[in-house]
Each structure stands twice: as C-alpha cells, then as structure tokens.
C-alpha cells in the first residue's frame, strides 16, 4: 500500500522526467488530481500531502464537496474539467477557478454574463473535440480559431486549449496535433494528458495534466 504523499511524489518524478526528456522545465506544468467520485476524506489526505489543483467533472457533485473545502483551504484552486451545461453557469463562474470545457459559443456567452453579474472570472480553456468523435463534447477544428477570438473578445481569461483523445489508440498524434493548433493561434496553455498517458502530454506540451487514478488509487 502506498501513501497518498508517495503516490503524489511518483506522479511529480513522471512529469519532471518527461518535462526533462522534452528539455521543458516541469515547474510549467500544473499537476490537477481529478476528484470525482472520491471522498473528502481521501481529497483532504492529498491535501496534506501538499497537492493544491483539483479537478471535477460533474457540476452537481462539486458543489456538494467543495464550497466546505474550500473555505477550509481558501489556497486551493479548482478547475471544472467536465461537460458543462449553460444552465450551470452560475455555479460555475462562482466555483472554479478554471474551466476547462467551454465548447460552445452559447457556453462562453452564459459563463460571461454570470461572471459579470459575480464579479469573479475563471480563465477558461477551448475544449475540442481533436478525434472528431460524435459522443464527444468539444468544437470542431474548424471552429476552434473563432472560438478563441471569441474568448479573447470577452471578460474571461484564455488559458489555453484542451482535448481528450480517443480511448484506445496512440495518444501522441492528438496531443501534437493540439499542440500545433495552439501555435497557430499564439496560445500557451494545453490540458491534455491523464492518468495513462500524462507523460506522453508532458513530452509534447502539456501546461497542465489531469490525473485521477494514479494519485488516489495504488
């Protein structure tokens, strides 16, 4: 059985090696252990072992756990990294610090208004759909300049871009291919890369990594 501090610290040697191997300095990369489904218990126990980024994917499920967190641990940052319907907005604009999925004009338009009317305005990252694969969210490639104009156009911060491959085959082309649609258009920011395949993200851009199993599960 290994420690939630240990299972943190292997993570962290992945990425610093990985980051090493792509001569990229790993304190770019934002390690986020992805939340769902786990207890406060177990979040409070990564919490001690000095994790600060934390991500979530169901908008109902945050709120039941977070608000109480984060008023214990005012230093931590939380990024809504699931799909996201216009009509959490609200909760949004007030609960992340990050979004992660804003794949839609419609979405950004919501988020918007509702950051204006809280005065509080999480950067957001254009989530696309880079395998073009129907069941997935995200906006196609050909949409994927305009809606970035579209961010930079509005209140909210541009973190960058975001994308899930396939399941099932080489990741790396998609990650690439993201990385290289991030150049075009003069972004920074890339969330790409989970548990199985971080390092991989790692060695082709990632600005920040969204890790679940390998940080809460031996």
Not at 21 to 39: E, H, P, Q
Not at 85 to 101: E, G, V, W
Not at 126 to 151: H, L, P
Not at 194 to 206: E, P, Y
Request: proline share 5%; with cysteine.
């Amino acid at each position: 059985m290994t420690s939630p501090a240990e299972r943190r610290q292997q993570v962290l040697n992945d990425i610093a090696r990985a980051a090493e191997l792509a001569k990229r300095d790993a304190a770019g990369i934002r390690l986020i252990a992805v939340s769902k489904g786990r207890t406060v218990e177990q979040i409070e126990a990564l919490i001690a072992a000095g994790q600060t980024d934390f991500g979530e994917n169901r908008m109902q499920e945050a709120l039941s756990k977070w608000p109480e967190l984060l008023a214990r641990h005012p230093n931590l940052r939380l990024h809504g990294i699931g799909r996201l319907q216009s009509n959490k907005a609200a909760d949004a604009a007030k609960l992340f610090d990050s979004i992660h999925s804003l794949d839609r004009f419609s979405l950004l338009e919501a988020v918007a208004m509702e950051a204006e009317k809280a005065e509080r305005f999480p950067s957001v990252f254009v989530q696309v759909n880079i395998g073009e694969e129907e069941q997935k969210g995200g906006c196609t490639i050909a949409e994927v300049g305009a809606m970035i104009e579209a961010v930079r156009a509005s209140p909210l911060p541009l973190s960058g871009l975001m994308a899930i491959p396939p399941l099932g085959v080489e990741p790396a082309p998609y990650f690439a291919l993201l990385a290289k649609l991030a150049r075009r258009h003069d972004v920074e920011g890339l969330s790409i890369g989970m548990s199985g395949d971080f390092k991989t993200a790692v060695m082709l851009g990632a600005t920040a990594v969204r890790v679940g199993t390998a940080l809460f599960e031996d």
